[in-house]
Structure formats: structure tokens, C-alpha cells
């Protein structure tokens, strides 16, 4: 685990991040992950990319989620986007593709029209070019989340807004579980691992306040932060989803740099409309388009077919790289 100070003067915060692969991989990728969803939500997509080993590859925290740091302002999917772009300046990526998801895809998609000479491929899938109105069924979801009564009512109240009920009602990989009943005890048992220190300040995933050595050989201090700050967290992240912005030419200036982008969507999606993905295809003009008969969690409901169009358009990128280098 690694820790990089970013966004001076505009909100400056400890950002968490990830190594994996080989330091010398040819092939970098970046993970962007969605709302108020710390990166480790990503490991099935991580472990499926970690066989190949021409891959290195990185994810982090959000501001405002996981283990970064929560900063009271400056919450945008284009300051979003200004902060992966420090992060891939400090790994001194100077050419990477691009994988983003909900949220996530929001920040992608500025990401790579800020830099579209350093994107090798872009994967974007449950998200929308935005249009300043505010989406009801969020809202509902967030309402019936903030108001439940404990833990394991708010796990259970944001699963309808993310899976299929085919999906939820379905036997899971563990004898005796529905897909539903092991995801929210999988979210009980990552809960439990949170611990508090005396002074009340909270420790994701049973870390301690010990001192740690990064990824990259540098001694770390691990993070904790006050409860209360949370909420800026959240509301940030609200703020990021309401506030994203994509005109036309946005968008027609992202499909027309020249790499292979992928986009997925969902028929199902209760928290986005299906007409926010085909907007989308329209004028991005995306290499693979494909709309799942799924809820908007794709990366864990589609799941096999959701990893394999990632390395899919990875490979694209790195084809379609190599034809104009020649």
C-alpha cells in the first residue's frame, strides 16, 4: 500500500493507492472506481487482470472514500479527474488505459480528454455524459440507505438499486446463500473489520495506526480519520454525480482521439436510465457497445463477461498503439 499527497491548493489529501504486477510490465492500467466505493471493491476485476503479465496495474481511493483522505471541498469529476492525473504523473506512466466504472467512467471520461495523447484504451460502463438534472432513483436509494435503522439494513437497502432480483435470488458460490444473502454478509464481515482507536478515530479493514512500508519501499504512516468527516465524503461524491457534465462536442472530442473505447450499460440499471448509455454510444461511436440484461453492478452480476471485454479493449488499445508507432 502506498499513500501520495495530492491536489495542493485545491483540496489537498493523502491519496491511497495500489501496485500490482510487474514494475516493468509493458502495459499500465488504471482503475477508476464509482460512488463512495473503495478500490478494493475491484478485486475479482484485479485478480482476472493479474494473470496476464504483460500488466501492471493501479487503484486507489477516491478523495473522500476508503483510505484517502476526506478534503471538505473540491468535489468534481473533473477535480476527480486532476487527481488521477498526479497519480499516473508520480507512477511516470507516460502511456496507460484507462478502466472506469459508474462514477468512476465520469472522471475517466475527463481524464482522458485532459490527456488523450497518454490514453491507450478507455472501458466505461454504468455511467452517463450528465445534463444537470437530478437523477430520482439515487436520490430514493441514498433516502432509504441514510434512514435505515442498523448496519446490515443499509447493506440490504442499496442491493434492489444495484442487482437484477433474478440475480439476488439466485444461489450464490457459498452452499445455502442466495447471491443477495452472501453479499450482504461479505459487506457485515468487511464492516467488522473496522475497528476504532480511543481517541473515536475510525480504521478501515482492521489496520492499526502502526507505521507501514509502502509498495515502493517508503515508510508509511497508515490513515485514520474522524468519523464525522465521512459525511464530507459522501456529500462530495454526491456532488460528483450531480454536477457531471459532457456536451456533445465533450463527447465527440473523447471518441474522436483515436483509442479504442468499450462501453458498457445495463437494461436493468435502477439507478441509471438505459437511454444515458445509448446517448452515450451515439456520439462517442465506441468500438464495443453492448447493453447487459443486468442491475448497474455489472463488474460483479456480469461478471465473466464484464472482465473479458476490460482485457479485450486493453488489447485493442495496445494493437491500435503499435499500428501508429509503426
Known amino acids: ?5 495530492v491536489a495542493k491548493g485545491r483540496g489537498e489529501f493523502q491519496m491511497y493507492y495500489e501496485l500490482h504486477g510487474n514494475h516493468d510490465a509493458p502495459e499500465k492500467v488504471l482503475i477508476i472506481s464509482g460512488f463512495i466505493t473503495p478500490c478494493g471493491e475491484f478485486i475479482n476485476q484485479l485478480e482476472y487482470l493479474k494473470q496476464f503479465p504483460e500488466l501492471q496495474i493501479c487503484l486507489f481511493d477516491n478523495r473522500g472514500i476508503g483510505k484517502s483522505g476526506i478534503p471538505k471541498s473540491n468535489y468534481s469529476s473533473t477535480q476527480l479527474a486532476k487527481d488521477a492525473i498526479e497519480l499516473v504523473n508520480h507512477l511516470n506512466w507516460q502511456k496507460f488505459h484507462c478502466v472506469s466504472i459508474s462514477m468512476g467512467a465520469m472522471v475517466g471520461m475527463k481524464l482522458c480528454n485532459k490527456i488523450p495523447d497518454r490514453i491507450k484504451s478507455l472501458f466505461m460502463s454504468s455511467t452517463r455524459a450528465g445534463d444537470f438534472s437530478i437523477p430520482f432513483k439515487p436520490f430514493v436509494c441514498l433516502c432509504k440507505v441514510f434512514t435505515a435503522k442498523d448496519i446490515r439494513s443499509k447493506f440490504a437497502a442499496t442491493l434492489p438499486f444495484l442487482y437484477t432480483k433474478e440475480f439476488l435470488d439466485s444461489p450464490s458460490s457459498v452452499e445455502g446463500k442466495t447471491n443477495g444473502e452472501f453479499l450482504i454478509d461479505s459487506a457485515m464481515e468487511r464492516s467488522k473489520r473496522t475497528s476504532k482507536t480511543k481517541d473515536g478515530n475510525q480504521i478501515s479493514n482492521s489496520e492499526d495506526t502502526s507505521s507501514d512500508t509502502s509498495s515502493e519501499g517508503v515508510p508509511q504512516q497508515k490513515r485514520s480519520f474522524p468519523n464525522n468527516n465521512r459525511m464530507f465524503g459522501t456529500v462530495g461524491h454526491i456532488r460528483v454525480i450531480f454536477s457531471h457534465y459532457m456536451s456533445k462536442k465533450n463527447l465527440k472530442d473523447l471518441g474522436g482521439h483515436g483509442f479504442p473505447i468499450c462501453l458498457l450499460g445495463a437494461t436493468d440499471d435502477k439507478l441509471l436510465k438505459s437511454k444515458y448509455s445509448k446517448h452515450l454510444n451515439k456520439y462517442l461511436k465506441p468500438t464495443e457497445f453492448k447493453m447487459f440484461k443486468s442491475g448497474h453492478a455489472l463488474h460483479k452480476e456480469q461478471m465473466s463477461e464484464f ?13 491500435n498503439h503499435d499500428i501508429l508507432e509503426a
Request: proline share 0%; charged share 30%.
Open 307 to 319: 472482465n473479458e471485454s476490460i482485457h479485450r479493449n486493453i488489447m485493442r488499445g495496445i494493437e
Open 1 to 5: 500500500m502506498s499513500f501520495l499527497e
